[in-house]
Antibody
């Protein structure tokens, strides 16, 4: 079955950087677009980024545009999120998610999430 | 403020039918399919509907519909395990971004 496992979270100081990884298995990774979504403590879901199946196109939320970069290595079945210039308000659980096969821009499967804390 | 508008809370009794709504505009719900996500006790979300399709493993008491710029999720025969936060989402072509509703807290009485 589809599995998405995030890693790379932790505590980082304001202004710092962190790279999240998402290891994908159980499906043809090269065939699906992928998303990143986050949830701040006590808040709702916030979409962050989408990358097309081939990595040639990506979209970002305004809140992270210019600071975050989504990428993928299809040879390793792995999705990444490079986060720079981190702010305390970026503290959240970050989810990797797979697009629905026929509706790539919607989310079909979610990872378990990983916590990122931005604090001095 | 979320791009999609959902009720803050909805409640129902076991066995009842409840409907959650999600209102957007012609750039989002009016132009693309809608997905619904269930999140129990702030665990990882789970997709319960995309378009009119039920993902594998989701009970058929869940159904969805869309009319113009409003989407709805209906749960027929409410069960205690359906108590959760529910979020709607779609793509917004004017923003070139996915958008979420603020979430509806469903309480099963």
């Amino acid at each position: 079955q589809v599995q998405l496992v995030e890693s790379g979270g932790g505590v980082v100081q304001p202004g710092g950087s962190l790279r999240l990884s998402c290891a994908a298995s159980g499906f043809t990774f090269t065939g699906d677009g992928m998303h990143w979504v986050r949830q701040a403590p006590g808040k709702g879901l916030e979409w962050l980024a989408f990358i097309r199946y081939d990595g040639d196109m990506a979209y970002y939320a305004d809140s992270v545009k210019g600071r975050y970069t989504v990428s993928r290595d299809n040879s390793k079945n792995t999705l990444y999120l490079q986060m720079n210039s981190l702010r305390p308000e970026d503290t959240a659980v970050y989810y990797c998610a797979k697009g629905v096969t026929l509706y790539q821009l919607l989310i079909g499967t979610w990872g378990q999430g990983i916590l990122v804390t931005v604090s001095s | 403020q979320s791009a999609l508008t959902q009720e803050a809370s909805v409640s129902g009794t076991v066995g009842q039918k409840v409907t959650l709504s999600c209102t957007g505009n012609n750039n989002n719900i009016g132009s693309y399919g809608v997905a619904w996500y269930q999140q129990v006790s702030h665990g990882a979300p789970k997709t319960v509907m995309f378009g009119n399709s039920l993902p594998s493993g989701i009970p058929d008491r869940f159904s969805a519909s869309k009319s113009g710029t409003t989407a709805s999720l209906t749960i027929s025969g409410l069960q205690p395990e359906d108590e959760a936060d529910y979020y709607c989402s779609t793509w917004d072509y004017s923003l070139s971004a996915a958008v979420f509703g603020g979430g509806t807290k469903l309480t099963v009485l």
